[in-house]
């Protein structure tokens, strides 16, 4: 017998019953690459089978394949710490049936906890959502991850098979460069504040968008380099993520520059002064990203 078979065998018959979740996890042929991933990892593996209380989300067989054949895949099966990331991130704390994903979304902590991969207290979250019976799960940049078969029971919570495999929450230069918002990043590395901004723990930015800051050009012009980063300080909230679930009608938030901004909601949507939230809840390594449109 294999090492790796032995533990396996060793974990289930220490665990009673069929329901085990390496049990589990061998008796669906889709579930063999997350099987084998996991088997790299021991501990975690270990970890996950004697937990009682979690969430899995198990990507199947071909979203695994999907991941490694991009550039980025590639590097993170050769990135054990990575590749570690990425499965404890795929661990929801806490059991969380089909049912109890809400329609307007529902932002739940995961086991990814390294501060190499994410500054969110509590866990990096993702973000189900339950549209007409079938459930998405959001994560970095925004991808999707959809639930093809919902709970899966094991004898520590429930498993959710999903058809991609979910991404890290990148930091604010990564996801700023890959949302189309250069002139945030390029301004926040003009004033010296990238760096405090990519790994303050517990930020919300609201990003304004390219055009937004190419309407005030002129104004901008005008600003010294410590005028601007004030202003962009204004944009960032020091030490609460607050996602659009947890932000409230009329409340007022102080940001980084120590003014504070008001939320408005209204029709479903977020205000920020009189700044409209164009694209809600872009999940960061340290919080989270609210692009506006001023
Ligand atoms: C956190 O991630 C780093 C980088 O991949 C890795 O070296 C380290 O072992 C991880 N820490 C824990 C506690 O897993
Ligand atoms: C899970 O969440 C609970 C609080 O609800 C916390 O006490 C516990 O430490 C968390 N477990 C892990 C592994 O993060
Ligand atoms: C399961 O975890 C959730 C979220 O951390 C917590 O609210 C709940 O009390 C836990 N339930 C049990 C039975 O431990
Ligand atoms: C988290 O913050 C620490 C500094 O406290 C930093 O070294 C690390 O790079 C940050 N992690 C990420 C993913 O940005
Ligand atoms: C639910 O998902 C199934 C398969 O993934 C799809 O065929 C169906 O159209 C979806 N239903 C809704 C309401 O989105
Ligand atoms: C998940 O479902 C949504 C809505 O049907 C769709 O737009 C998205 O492309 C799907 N994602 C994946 C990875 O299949
Ligand atoms: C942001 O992430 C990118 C890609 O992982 C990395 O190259 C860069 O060093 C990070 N920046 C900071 C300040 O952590
Ligand atoms: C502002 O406009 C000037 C002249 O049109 C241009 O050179 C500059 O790149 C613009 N700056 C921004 C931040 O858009
Ligand atoms: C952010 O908040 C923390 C905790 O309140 C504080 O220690 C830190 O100095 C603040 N950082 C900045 C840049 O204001």
Do not use: W
């Amino acid at each position: 017998m294999q090492p790796k078979s032995l533990l396996i065998s060793l974990l289930s018959a220490s665990c009673v019953g069929a329901q085990s979740l390496t049990s589990v996890l061998q008796g669906n042929s889709d579930l063999s690459t997350l099987t084998s991933t996991l088997q790299k990892f021991p501990s975690l593996l270990q970890s996950l089978g004697s937990a009682s209380n979690i969430t899995i989300l198990a990507p199947t067989n071909e979203a695994f394949n999907a991941l490694f054949a991009t550039p980025a895949g590639m590097a993170a099966q050769n990135d054990d710490g990575l590749l570690q990331a990425v499965l404890q991130y795929h661990v929801i704390n806490g059991t969380y049936p089909a049912s109890s994903i809400p329609s307007s979304g529902a932002f739940v902590p995961t086991l990814l906890t390294n501060s190499s991969y994410t500054n969110v207290t509590g866990g990096q979250r993702v973000e189900g959502i339950s549209q007409n019976g079938n459930v998405t799960f959001f994560s970095g940049g925004k991808a999707t991850s959809n639930v093809t078969q919902a709970d899966v029971k094991f004898d520590g919570g429930i498993i959710h098979v999903i058809n991609a495999v979910l991404t890290v929450p990148a930091n604010i230069t990564s996801t700023a460069q890959a949302s189309g918002l250069s002139t945030l990043a390029s301004a926040l590395t003009q004033t010296n504040l990238l760096n405090t901004v990519n790994v303050l723990p517990d930020i919300t930015v609201f990003a304004p968008t390219n055009q937004a800051f190419a309407a005030i050009n002129s104004t901008i012009a005008m600003l010294s380099t410590q005028q601007l980063a004030s202003v962009l300080e204004y944009h960032v909230i020091n030490g609460t993520v607050a996602y659009s679930t947890t932000l409230m009608d009329g409340e007022t938030v102080p940001t980084l520059n120590g003014a504070t901004v008001k939320i408005t909601l209204a029709n479903g949507g977020v205000k920020v002064n009189q700044a409209t939230v164009t694209i809600a809840d872009v999940l960061v390594a340290n919080g989270v990203v609210h692009v506006i449109d001023g």
